[in-house]
C-alpha cells in the first residue's frame, strides 16, 4: 500500500513555455510522480522548447495561474493545496527566463532538490529517533542510491535502502521500537473566500501570503497509551477548530505494548534547520492559530482535510495515515482548506 500510493502518478500535466521573447505557446502533456519536485522534470520537458528559447542561460521555474511555485514542495502536495478542485490536465506554465527572485529561491539544477530532500530527512530523523545518525551515516552509495531512485520514482529500490534508516513504521504494522513516539507533520493552511459552496468556484491565489504553514511534530499515542486517530492528531495541531470534548473516537484501543516510548527529545520542535521554513513563516502560522483562540468568536472552520490527494477519514487510525500517505522524506504533507464559519460562535 506505501509503495503504491507513494508511486502513484499526478494528473497529466500540460506544460506550456512562456518568455516575453516567445510569442508561439508550445504545450506539452507529462506524467509526473505525486512524490517527485517540479525541477526533476525539466530534462524531460526541455527538449521539447529548445528551439524557442532565446540565446541566454537557464533559470528555470513554474508558475501555476501567475503563481511562481515554490521547487521544495513535492508535486502532489503543490496540486493538492492549489487545486482545491482537482484540475486534470494540470496547466502549468515552465519559464527559462525572468526568474522572480524576490519571491523564489533559485533551484540551478537538481542538486538543491537532492539536498533539500536529504536535510528534510534528516528533520524528520531527528523527530522520530531524537537524533539523525542513521540519515548522517548512510554511505554515499547508500544515499546515491536513496535519491536515484527518488528522482526516477522507483519505490521498490526506494523502499530497501530506506528501510535502514529504522524510520517506522508505526503503530500494529510496527518492526521496530520508537524512540520518541513523534511523527514529523508538515500542515499547510489556505482560507477560501466566502460563498464558497462548491470548490470549482473556489478563486486562484494570487500569493503564497495567503498559504500559512505549521511545521510540528504530533505524538502517535495519547497518555494512556492508546495509538490515537487522525482526528485527534488535527486537534493537537489545530486545537481551535475542533470540539473540545473528545469522542469515542479520539483513540485506538491498541496497547502500546513493545512500542513504549524509551525517552527523546524534550522539546516539540526540532533543530535539525531545513532551511525550508523561515521564522517569519513560523510566527505567521503561530500569529494565525493564537488569533483564532483570542477571536470570541469561530471565524474559520474546517472544510476539507486532504492528504495525498484523499480526504482522509478522521476517525482511522493516525498510525495507518502515517505508514501509507507519507512522503519519502518521511514528513506527512496534509493540505487544510478552510472557510468563514456559517454561524460564527
Known amino acids: 500500500m506505501n509503495v503504491e500510493v507513494n508511486n502513484k502518478m499526478s494528473p497529466v500535466k500540460k506544460f506550456r513555455c512562456a518568455h516575453s521573447q516567445i510569442t508561439i505557446l508550445l504545450m506539452h502533456l ?57 484540475e486534470r490536465p494540470w496547466n502549468l506554465t515552465v519559464h527559462f527566463r525572468g526568474h522572480p527572485g524576490e519571491i523564489l529561491t533559485p533551484c540551478g539544477g537538481e542538486d538543491p532538490v537532492k539536498w533539500s530532500f536529504i536535510n528534510s530527512l534528516k528533520e524528520a ?53 520508537m524512540s520518541t513516539g513523534r511523527i ?53 495541531l489545530l486545537p481551535e477548530f475542533f470540539d473540545d470534548e473528545a469522542s469515542a473516537f479520539d483513540h ?20 535539525v534547520a531545513s532551511g525550508l521554513m523561515t521564522i517569519s513563516a513560523q510566527k505567521k502560522c503561530r500569529d494565525f492559530v493564537s488569533m483564532q483562540s483570542q477571536s470570541p468568536k469561530k471565524v474559520n472552520e474546517i472544510k476539507l482535510i486532504r492528504v495525498q490527494g484523499i480526504e482522509v477519514d478522521l476517525d482511522i487510525p493516525f498510525f495507518w495515515v502515517v505508514n501509507n500517505l507519507k512522503n519519502p522524506e518521511y514528513f506527512l504533507h496534509i493540505c487544510v482548506f478552510m472557510v468563514p464559519a456559517l454561524n460564527p460562535a
Open 125 to 177: 530523523a531527528y523527530i522520530i529517533n531524537g537524533n539523525c545518525k542513521n540519515v548522517m551515516n548512510m554511505s554515499q552509495t547508500d544515499q546515491s542510491e536513496l535519491w536515484q531512485s527518488l528522482a526516477k520514482g522507483n519505490m521498490e529500490s526506494y523502499t530497501r535502502v530506506s528501510s535502514r534508516l529504522k524510520l517506522g513504521p508505526y503503530g500494529e504494522d510496527a518492526v521496530m521500537r
Open 30 to 86: 507529462i506524467l509526473g510522480p505525486r512524490i517527485g519536485y517540479l525541477p526533476l522534470l525539466v530534462t524531460v520537458i526541455k527538449p521539447h522548447f529548445n528551439d524557442t528559447l532565446p540565446p541566454g542561460v537557464d533559470s528555470v521555474w513554474f508558475d501555476y495561474k501567475g503563481l511562481p511555485l515554490k521547487w521544495y514542495i513535492p508535486t502532489g502536495v503543490l496540486f493538492d493545496l492549489l487545486c482545491a478542485e482537482p
Open 184 to 236: 514529523p507533520i508538515r500542515l499547510y493552511l489556505r482560507i477560501l473566500g466566502e460563498d464558497v459552496d462548491d470548490l470549482e468556484d473556489v478563486t486562484t491565489i494570487d500569493s503564497w501570503d495567503s498559504i500559512s504553514y505549521i511545521n510540528r511534530p504530533v505524538e502517535i499515542h495519547n497518555e494512556e497509551g492508546h495509538y490515537i486517530t487522525f482526528k485527534s492528531a488535527m486537534r493537537s
Open 252 to 271: 485506538v484501543l491498541v496497547p502500546r505494548g513493545d512500542y513504549e516510548i524509551d525517552g527523546g527529545i524534550e522539546n516539540a520542535e526540532t533543530t
